[in-house]
């Protein structure tokens, strides 16, 4: 089978051998140095020539193999051996793809100086004053190094192979003048080298994405020194990566495989200032292609491609998709998506994360995801004002309703709560007045990290008078916390009653160890009387959802009152008939049955219709509903069934003598519906 031929020596070349390589095709690749052979990874179908050749050895060279297609990956400035290469095949009936590299987006810096050649860049360094750092090779060494005086000031970066130190050493410069590395460099190591040598000139080819420009340009402009750019301009007809690869699998007739695809990196950048950012955050952001998230995050950075004001997985996706189809945005391409405060904490990463794993994993994305964590608002005021917070409660009402805040309060010694505008600190204080909370000291950071912070100590009144919009983030010190008891359950005299029935206490705490709940959960209370089971339920945990339905107007207005006086927002009143009222409310995935009017089979029937699978516990006193339940359990398919019979007696004073008087005894049924 003929081989594919590639001429490299470039980032470009390396990329696609390693992509045919993957794909299982067998290929050659000449590179013109040993340096360029040690940086190719060993492949048992990869051969490489070393050393270069002329027109006609080229020729010789193609012509003695099989070789299915010639791309021509040789750096844009090697003009020569891109015309030896066109011209040796001159007359082959053998397909010639040049791989271009990719444009590189114009920078801004007003002290860039274009030039279109090396003579007439090293004419002008001869008015520059200070030392001078030469990016261009060790190839035009010789036109800048005519001039002595020119010459004694120039710091020369090259690859390090022999090649290029033999060049180096003899034009005469010396040992300290040679940075003999390999590339890519970031804007850090770049800036490093022009701090190190004192340099006040740097010199560059306009060499693209891969070569490392925009990093150059960065670090200049970061030091304020001038830019000198040979801006050469290819000729001739050229294709970009995906191109050349659309090409090859037409010619090989198998779809060649991305070793890399996109690198994803999603950044917690913290409160948003720079000066919070962690170093390896930083680094990325600086060597980004793209940059992706909220208009306040992107706008201070400047990606080598672009930067877009988008931030959910619905249109992130779609974008990455389109990404990889661009000419502009070849394989391996940085994408960093920034997000607020830490990655992990209250953060829109995680739900990214897992829609972009899904993607990869189907095959629909090509990339590689990996996060990095930032510094949370709330660890950052934990400092601020010195206090720890791992024995603190820590909340969010960011963008999100939390419910049972003043509730949680109460019990807490210590709360830090993440914030979105001032309207949720005008919330607080009401919240903490209406309860009763006035004793309670809010530490209020404003703008955190920016330049305009501020870090208020405040009461509840005070809060309600805040005007200033930003972005908040609050530590509130309740001094009189109430001691959480560490069992469930409220006595029935803690109940606002009246004359509506209520399951007693005993019954209650059977009865919700039998729903067999979690902090997820969706509980009915059908027959709610004075919502004592609902107010037990939803004490359990701010996060279940519970549903008092009820249709007598007497307990109906109770249950709201009990609901006020224990302050749990996550408890609904509804006012209806069941099954009637349960239309249009979430999918139940509990349900306690205490009263049903006679229609336990109908609640039962779209009980089931709304959810197969549902938890079931009923407690009966008459013989009549016992019947019927009877009834039911022979209809429903079931499992994890339980029947409990339960009789309470309880003591009672009579003189100097207690006696015990019997409760009713209540029937107790549990049940998991199924298919």
């Known amino acids: 089978m003929k081989e594919i031929l590639i001429f490299a020596g470039t980032t470009e070349g390396r990329k696609l051998s390693e992509d045919l390589s993957a794909t299982g095709i067998a290929h050659t690749i000449c590179v013109a140095t040993e340096y360029g052979e040690t940086v190719l990874k060993e492949h048992p179908l990869v051969k490489v020539h070393c050393g270069r050749m002329n027109q006609e050895e080229i020729r010789e060279y193609i012509k003695n193999g099989e070789f299915a297609a010639v791309v021509d990956a040789t750096h844009p400035y090697a003009e020569v051996v891109t015309e030896n290469i066109k011209a040796a095949m001159e007359g082959m009936d053998i397909p010639y793809l040049r791989l271009k590299r990719e444009a590189e987006n114009e ?20 008015s520059v004053e200070g030392n001078i750092m030469l990016t261009t090779g060790s190839k035009e060494l010789a036109v800048y190094c005519s001039k002595e005086e020119v010459k004694q000031r120039l710091y020369v970066r090259i690859l390090p192979g022999m090649e290029s130190l033999k060049l180096c050493l003899k034009h005469g410069i010396s040992g300290k003048q040679i940075l003999a590395l390999q590339g890519p460099f970031t804007i850090e ?6 701090l190190q040598y004192r340099i006040k000139c740097l010199v560059t080819k306009k060499s693209g994405r891969t070569g490392g420009y925009q990093e150059k340009l960065k670090a200049a402009e970061k030091q304020k020194i001038p830019v000198f750019v040979i801006d050469h301009e290819e000729k001739g007809k050229g294709y970009s990566f995906e191109e050349v690869c659309n090409q090859l699998e037409k010619i090989c007739g198998q779809k060649i495989k991305r070793t890399n695809g996109l690198e994803l990196v999603l950044v917690g950048v913290g409160m948003g200032s720079k000066d919070c950012l962690t170093g390896e955050a930083l680094r990325e952001i600086e060597s980004a292609d793209v940059i992706l998230g909220a208009e306040r995050m992107i706008a201070a950075y400047h990606p080598r491609f672009e930067k877009k004001a988008i931030y959910t997985a619905n249109q992130i996706i779609p974008y990455l998709k389109k990404l990889q189809k661009k000419d502009r945005m070849p ?10 405060g830490d990655s992990g904490f209250y953060s829109g990463c995680h739900g990214l994360y897992q829609a972009l794993e899904e993607e990869i994993n189907t095959g629909s994305l090509e990339a590689s995801v990996r996060i990095l964590p930032g510094i949370s608002s709330v660890s950052y005021l ?6 720890s917070y791992q024995d603190a409660e820590i909340c969010s ?14 019990k807490e010694k210590k709360m830090f709560l993440l914030m979105s505008g001032v309207k ?18 809010i530490y209020v950071g404003y703008q955190l990290s920016y330049p305009e912070q501020q870090i208020k100590k405040m009461t509840p009144k005070e809060c309600l008078a805040l005007t200033k919009e930003g972005l908040y983030c609050c530590c509130i010190k309740n001094p009189k916390a109430e001691q959480n008891e560490l069992v469930h359950g409220k006595t029935d005299a803690a109940f606002l009653r009246g004359k509506v029935p209520m399951t007693k206490e005993e019954v209650r705490e059977v009865s919700i160890c039998k729903l067999h709940l979690h902090k997820e959960a969706v509980v009915y209370d059908i027959g709610s009387g004075t919502g004592s089971i609902a107010m037990e339920i939803a004490g359990l945990s701010d996060e279940i959802q519970v549903f008092a339905i009820e249709k007598r107007k007497e307990a109906v207005s109770l249950i709201k009152q009990n609901k006020e006086k224990f302050q749990l927002e996550n408890i609904q009143v509804v006012e209806a008939d069941a099954p009637e009222g349960l239309k249009n409310l979430p999918t139940p995935t509990h349900a306690f049955i205490g009263g049903s009017g006679g229609r336990m089979k109908e609640i039962l029937q779209v009980l089931y219709r709304m959810n197969p699978n549902i938890r079931v516990v009923i407690t009966a006193i008459s013989m009549e509903t016992i019947c019927e339940i009877k009834e039911i359990l022979s209809i429903y398919p079931m499992e994890n069934k339980e029947i409990v019979q339960m009789q309470v007696s309880r003591a009672k004073s009579v003189g100097n003598y207690h006696l015990m008087q019997a409760e009713n005894p209540v029937w107790i049924f549990a049940f998991h519906l199924c298919r």
């Open 331 to 340: 394989d391996g391409g940085k994408v960093v998506v920034l997000f607020s």
């Open 107 to 126: 920078s801004n810096y007003d002290k860039i100086t274009y030039f279109k050649s090396n003579e007439s860049c090293a004419k002008a360094l001869e």
């Open 382 to 387: 934990a400092a601020c004002i010195g206090e």
């Open 397 to 410: 009402m960011h963008g999100k309703e939390l419910p049972n805040l003043a509730g949680r309060i109460k």
């Open 189 to 194: 190591m770049n800036e490093a080298m022009l």
């Open 424 to 441: 949720d600190v005008n919330k607080l204080g009401r919240l903490l007045v209406d309860a009763g909370l006035n004793d309670c000291e």
